[in-house]
């Protein structure tokens, strides 16, 4: 069975970055897109970014060429880099993989 584990997440200032991490256990991604998604307090979980078995990328009009998705396939593991990062980015920050959902990471800017 899949599994997802974020980290990463924290409190940072306005025009700060973040880099998130997502490790996957229980199956290579090789042959699987992963997606990463956030929810704010109150609002909807909203998909961010997002990256296919063969590498192609794809962000929510948002980000705006802020952030990038990446992955290590030797390491099994998505990461999120977040830069100048804006007190609306504030939410947690999730994973997913199929129907397969991360426990979450904390995401905090303060402005």
């Known amino acids: 069975q899949v599994q997802l584990v974020e980290s990463g997440g924290g409190l940072v200032q306005a025009g700060g970055s973040l880099r998130l991490s997502c490790e996957v256990s229980?199956?290579?991604?090789?042959?699987?897109?992963v997606g990463w998604f956030r929810q704010a307090p109150g609002k909807e979980r909203e998909f961010v970014a997002g990256i296919t078995s063969d590498g192609i990328t794809g962000y929510a009009r948002f980000v705006k060429d802020r952030f990038r998705i990446s992955k290590n396939s030797a390491k099994n593991t998505i990461y999120l880099r977040m830069t100048l990062l804006e007190p609306e980015d504030t939410a947690v920050y999730y994973c997913?993989?199929?129907?397969?959902w991360g426990q979450g990471t904390q995401v905090t800017v303060s402005s």
């Open positions: 229980g199956r290579t991604f090789s042959s699987f897109a």
């Open positions: 997913k993989a199929g129907d397969v």
